[in-house]
């Protein structure tokens, strides 16, 4: 089976730091994305990762260990604009096209 | 620099209507994909189009469902009968080659309400 976990919501305040954590049990795996969806807009990519390790990417950063099926979205410097869904994504094997399997996603407040 | 153009952006039909809802990839994408997102869920995968050929429709919710890329650009996604339960958002995302770790680019959506 297939299964992606991610926290509901959260809550942060301009200015701070938020982790955003998914867990994953996929029927293979060939990588991991982090989407950004504002309300009633287009899902928009921010990062992707299928080796071990971190990626930095301005104010965002995305973390994977593909041996605890565990990921993190780390933003920095949170801006009011931060402000949305966040969507977790892995690739399963798949015949060697990049389907993509969601998570249901974590919603950002974000705070003054 | 057009992205992924969807229409209508909103539909409203009775239960038991038939619908169809429109995609345009970006220009020159090989990969299209349509995912269907109820309220508060992420999106749901629901067919795979490389070129025009339908490879993967393993999504699809029922024989109700039907999409079709002709001519390997536009995407048609059709449903027939609808029902309460197809109430939700469709998105089309496009990848310009199938190859795994290719970024899937979305259009905004078409919300639609089944009464």
């Known amino acids: 089976g297939q299964n992606i976990d991610q926290p509901t919501e959260m809550t942060a305040t301009e200015g701070a730091i938020v982790q955003i954590n998914c867990t994953y049990q996929t029927s293979g795996f060939n990588g991991l994305f982090w989407y950004q969806q504002h309300a009633g807009e287009a899902p928009t990519f921010l990062s992707y990762?299928?080796?071990?390790g971190l990626e930095e990417k301005g104010r965002f950063s995305s973390f994977l260990s593909r041996s605890k099926g565990y990921s993190y979205l780390l933003l920095k410097e949170l801006q009011m604009k931060d402000s949305a869904s966040y969507l977790c994504a892995v690739s399963p094997l798949s015949g060697g096209y990049n389907k993509l399997i969601f998570g249901a996603g974590t919603r950002l407040a974000v705070h003054p | 620099g057009a992205g992924v153009s969807q229409s209508p952006r909103y539909k409203v039909a009775k239960r038991g209507q038939d619908v169809a809802l429109r995609c345009d990839p970006i220009?020159?994408?090989?990969?299209l994909f349509w995912y269907q997102q109820a309220l508060g869920q992420g999106p749901e995968f629901l067919t795979y189009f490389q070129n025009e050929a339908q490879l993967d429709k393993s999504g699809l919710p029922s024989d109700r469902f039907f999409a079709e890329r002709p001519e390997g650009s536009v995407s048609t996604l059709k449903i027939q009968r609808t029902q309460q339960e197809d109430s939700a958002v469709y998105l089309c995302a496009s990848s310009p080659s199938p190859g795994v770790g290719n970024i899937q680019y979305f259009g905004a959506g078409t919300r639609l309400s089944v009464l």
């Open positions: 220009s020159g994408h090989v990969s």
């Open positions: 990762n299928v080796l071990d």
